[in-house]
Nanobody
Framework: QVQLVESGGGLVQAGGSLRLSCAAS????????MGWFRQAPGKEREFVAA???????YYKDSLKGRFTISRDNAKNTVYMQMHSLKPEDTAVYYC????????????????WGQGTQVTVSS
């Protein structure tokens, strides 16, 4: 069992930055692919970024260059640094853990966090 707890969300002006964190319980964190997803009001949840257990990274095409995912296996934590935030980035951001990277990239997750709200004002 893995429990995920996100933090770092908040209100930021357009052009600002935030760093989200996702702390995981359990001793097998390093064996999971980790990902970030988001869901804006009235929209479906969408893939944002993922990182494999071997630190390969994957991004939603439109977010490349603004968002960076990373992980620290010693701290059981995955991060997402977000720069040049836009109002359309406003959403609840969820962390997910999944044994299979391809499943994660297709939106599946063995475990999900409760989400953290990111609000970008114009």
């Amino acid at each position: 069992q893995v429990q995920l707890v996100e933090s770092g969300g908040g209100l930021v002006q357009a052009g600002g930055s935030l760093r989200l964190s996702c702390a995981a319980s359990g001793r097998t964190f390093g064996t999971y692919a980790m990902g970030w997803f988001r869901q804006a009001p009235g929209k479906e949840r969408e893939f944002v970024a993922a990182i494999s257990w071997s630190d390969n990274t994957y991004y939603k095409d439109s977010l490349k260059g603004r968002f960076t995912i990373s992980r620290d296996n010693a701290k059981n934590t995955v991060y997402m640094q977000m720069h040049s935030l836009k109002p359309e980035d406003t959403a609840v951001y969820y962390c997910a853990a999944e044994k299979g990277l391809s499943r994660l990239l297709n939106g599946a997750g063995d475990y999900w966090g409760q989400g953290t709200q990111v609000t970008v004002s114009s």
